[in-house]
């Protein structure tokens, strides 16, 4: 599928256009093509197989031209010769949160700045806030914004790295001569950002599965194109190693690439105090071990293999029950397989419904009536429905009308549905004073009350931390969503006292939510240990704007689970009744 390549030419078209000062509607049609490109629900190249390119809402005769031509030719005239015309500094500018077309064009032109590397000397030489109109301030937020952007780049988020991991797999699964194959490393793990993709196979014909990988369609650069190995640069610039193991060691060689590294050197240590050795190909016995006889003619094995087959096994004999790879961190995984208190982690099929999900009432994409349709399909129970509150106006914020008319919507709507429904609830932005946004004789009608902050993300560490807490201690307020607002690789954490959140949290009874978008996957999971901890109720919601987005709730399971959350410390675990009973508790109180 070529939507996000596509999207991203177009945004990056929209992005010269601008710093080009041209018209700002040309520069806003390629913006608006490229999210409703982004937002599609299908692979466009079968829009244009169907020759209805011009159909998608956005897209004219030209545009419609322009993604016909990238798909026939992998390129676009048009921007190629943007490109060329446009010096390269102010493109790599641009990716800098914080810096907009027109400080682009200035820093270049006022100061000839011609590389990141003359912009960062030229912020620490205090060059810039001796420009008009340019502050000390500005020159702090393009350092923050340099720096940001060096650490984000190196690393890919989850919801990328997932869907292409599976396609790669999915295509490698269907060759006969692969027998088994699994995701390893930190995406097995289900780390927030990926270093790179590491897949594992057995397989009759190795060299034959290898030359299959390095030749994907996804494939843009070999690396390494070995009898054991395979390395390959995708054309989302992520590395992807496939290695080939033995049947007998897949088991060891799966839990030694899954890693991480301190869980398995945690796991080495315990092999040597058990007088054995752990590795790639298996667990063994150190000498004298064997009891079979030697074959006649081959040399007495030194050490003897005594699991690698699966990871069962290896942990096994190593006398622990199995780590899910979610916990394999050393965080005290170990100290609790050794002591037998390995929490039994919460699965998707727990789950009973999303929490966080909006509709074409504000800025979703699918009718109420469609979201229910999707819900029941998934097996859920039910869906919280959170459209924004009426101060958020560029997100279609509900005006009290409309969310009356919306209430009346879902109660019909229900009338129509067995063993589903729509929940009534709102995403009710938090205002700068920790006030919510809504009338007390509109939370009341309300299943659940999502809160959550909007605008002013600068606020000082002291008094952010105050609004929410002020928020949480309104009797309506059910569930803090997105609770630090970071998106990931695009814009940092708000400042903000966790620790006085999730105690605050216990104190007023609020839920906190693992947003399972996987540009948010905040609480963090080292916040969900410490809210479980303290006895808060963790909500996890997929902030669904398009119904795809639906399936977002991996990612917010698999954070879940990397903090240590059992199905009991999950509020949507629970029945609908059940959830509306303990979060209303609250009011009554
Ligand atoms: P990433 O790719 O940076 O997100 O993180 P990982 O964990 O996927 O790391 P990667 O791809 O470098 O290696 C995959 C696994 O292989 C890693 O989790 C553990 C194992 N591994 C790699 N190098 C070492 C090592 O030097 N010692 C040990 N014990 N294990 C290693
Ligand atoms: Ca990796
Ligand atoms: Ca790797």
Redesign the pocket.
Known sequence: MKNREIAALFDEIADILELRGENVFRVNAYRRAAQNIEGLTRAIEDVADEDRLDELPGIGKDLAGKIAEYLESGEIDYLNDLRKETPRVLLDMLRIPGIGPKTAVRLHAELAIDSLEELKQAALDHQIQKLPKMKAKTEENILKGLEFLSRASA?TPIGVALPLAQRIVGALAQLGEVDRISI???LRRF?ET???I?ILVTSSAPERVIRHFTHLDDAARILAEGSTKGSIVTREKIQADLRVVEEASYGSALN??????EH??RLREIAIQEGMKLSEYGVFRAGGGARKKPRAGKKAPKEVRIAGRTEEEVYRVLGLPYIPPELREDSGEIEAALAGTLPALVELKDIRGDLHCHSNFSDGAATLKEIAASGKKKGYSYILITDHSQSLHIAGGLSPERLRKQLGEIDSINATLRGFKLLRGSEVDILPDGSLDMSEELLKRLDVVYIAIHSKFKMDRGAMTKRVVRAMENPYANVLAHPTGRLLGMRDAFDIDMQEVIRAAARTGTAIEINAHPARLDLDAAACRAAAAAGVMIGIGTDTHVLSELDYMIYGLGTARRGWLTAANILNTRTARQLVSLLQRKRRT
């Not at 030694?256 to 590294?261: D, I, R």
């Open positions: 690393r390893a490393g930190s780390r990926i270093g790179d590491d030694y690439f899954t890693g991480s590294k398995n050197i």
